[in-house]
């Protein structure tokens, strides 16, 4: 009977945002292997959303690493959210690599909700205070390298083969 189901909880005072589903699941997928796994700082087990002048950052850390990734979107919204990376990791699971139709994001004050086609996740904000990652970050710096990106990646890639194996 659907009257023994939870109600689902109403967005209050929402603001909505629309992103194109490859770029949320682009800056998602950069975002998410540095959110913590411990129940230590709670915070850190989301990624933050910052929306102002007409850009996106999300921000995850769990303490040792700092992922940020922002791109321009269409907005006027300015607004600082986190989400719990388990709802993101749903997300990340309704979004088709080949999908052209926008996420729509609905932001209420204890709660979220992405519009992905037909479907609809609804996750509770997480709640606190973010680290002030800006003050982490140099603003200058002593020595400057130039790299060929792809031999880089490649040569990554081969090191993390012989790193994964603890040889």
């Known amino acids: 009977d659907a009257n023994e189901y939870p109600e689902l909880p109403s967005l209050e005072d929402e603001s909505e945002l629309k992103i194109p589903a490859d770029v949320l699941k682009s800056m998602v ?3 998410i292997f540095s959110v913590s796994t411990s129940d230590d700082r709670p915070i850190y087990k989301g990624i933050l959303f910052e929306v102002e002048n007409n850009q996106i950052k999300l921000v995850s850390t769990d303490g040792c690493r700092l992922a940020i990734r922002k791109e321009e979107i269409d907005t006027n919204e300015n607004m600082r959210f986190v989400v719990p990376s388990k709802g993101l990791q749903e997300v990340l699971k309704l979004i088709d690599d080949d999908m052209e139709e926008d996420v ?13 086609g037909e479907f609809v996740i609804i996750s509770r904000l997480i709640e606190g ?3 002030k990652y800006n003050h982490i970050l140099p603003t200058t710096f002593t020595n400057t390298v130039t790299v060929k990106r792809n031999a880089l990646l490649n040569s990554i890639d081969r090191a993390s083969i012989v790193a994964r194996n603890g040889r």
């Not at 994001?105 to 709660?111: A, E, L, P, S, T």
Request: zero cysteines; proline letters at 0%.
């Open 104 to 116: 729509v994001i609905n932001v209420g004050k204890r709660h979220i909700s992405f519009e992905i």
């Open 29 to 31: 997928s950069q975002t």
């Open 129 to 131: 205070e973010f680290v």
